[in-house]
């Protein structure tokens, strides 16, 4: 297993206050976490067990993907969105409330495990990206794009996490693609800013959270891959993509 640094002590209470939660501490089991990252691995990405790889986590979370990374010699980069980033509202203000203080504590648990295993992660808001660019993120060039459990909330803007809020019971939240003309544009924008940062014969590795209409997302993002001269690789459950760059 991946060795763990200590915490500092001024961020031990923080700390504590949050695996005490019996959510959170099964949520956060460190070697259930990093099991799952090397079995995504070997699913997905055999090709990182040969190491050498760049590799930009997009919603890294705490990171665990980029120290398993770390331990097959690639080079990785993760982003997390800045403190003030805020998500779209929630309507049901007893959802909202639950939502936003697990928001808190997740990302203080991030912020934890990123300092204490020296990750290199970067804050942006990556939507921003796909809409204005990013000067920093385009200096950089990568072998792979991967972006875990992260897509619907960074497409924020055309994803309703209010459509199924019975699930929120059981301390979970799926929502539903808001599919319009502008959120392919959406699509096409984000697929064109990644191939700005991906070496050639490159691979975007996108696992969205599952949805209600997941078909539709799925059929419109291989349609607006392969406009783009992206050739597919994994097609699974609707919800799990890999696309290679021909080019
Ligand atoms: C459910 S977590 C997934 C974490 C990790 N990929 C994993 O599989 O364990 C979603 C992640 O997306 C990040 N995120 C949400 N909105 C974002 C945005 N606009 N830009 C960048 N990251 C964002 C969150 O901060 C969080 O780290």
Same mark, same amino acid.
């Not at 203080?108 to 990206?129: A, G, H, P």
């Not at 502008?182 to 924008?189: N, P, Q, T, V």
């Not at 392969?226 to 021909?246: A, C, M, P, Q, W």
């Given at each position: ?54 590799? &930009? ?11 398993? &990374? ?27 409330? /639950? ?12 912020? +934890? ?6 990750? *290199?992660?970067?804050? +942006? ?33 055309? /994803? ?5 809020? *019975? ?5 979970? +939240? ?9 959120? /392919? ?28 209409? *997941?078909?539709? /997302? ?30």
């Amino acid at each position: 297993m991946i060795k763990l640094n200590s915490i500092p002590k001024e961020l031990e209470a923080t700390y504590n206050e949050i695996i005490k939660i019996p959510k959170f501490s099964v949520k956060f089991d460190r070697d259930k976490r990093i099991n799952e990252k090397l079995q995504y691995i070997s699913s997905y990405m055999p090709e990182i067990s040969k190491g050498g790889y760049k590799i &930009l986590d997009i919603g890294t979370g705490p990171g665990e993907f980029l120290e398993v &990374l770390r331990n097959y010699n690639c080079t990785s980069i993760g982003i997390n969105p800045p403190d003030n980033h805020r998500w779209s509202e929630i309507r049901d203000p007893k959802l909202a409330n /639950y939502h936003e203080e697990s928001i808190i504590k997740y990302n203080n648990f991030s912020k +934890i495990n990123i300092f204490r295993q020296k990750l *290199d992660v970067l804050s +942006i808001d990556m939507f921003s990206c796909f809409t204005n660019g990013n000067k920093e993120l385009e200096k950089m060039k990568f072998n792979i794009i991967n972006c875990q459990d992260a897509i619907n909330l960074i497409l924020i803007k055309y /994803y309703d996490l209010n459509y199924a809020i *019975d699930n929120y019971k059981n301390h979970h +939240i799926f929502g539903k693609w808001l599919l319009s003309e502008e959120f /392919y544009s959406c699509l096409k924008l984000m697929i064109k800013f990644f191939d700005k940062i991906l070496l050639p014969g490159g691979a975007i590795m996108l696992v969205a959270l599952i949805s209600s209409n *997941d078909q539709e /997302y799925s059929q419109k993002l291989i349609h607006t891959a392969k406009e783009l001269g992206y050739n597919v690789e994994i097609s699974k459950d609707y919800h799990i993509h890999k696309f290679r760059k021909t080019k």
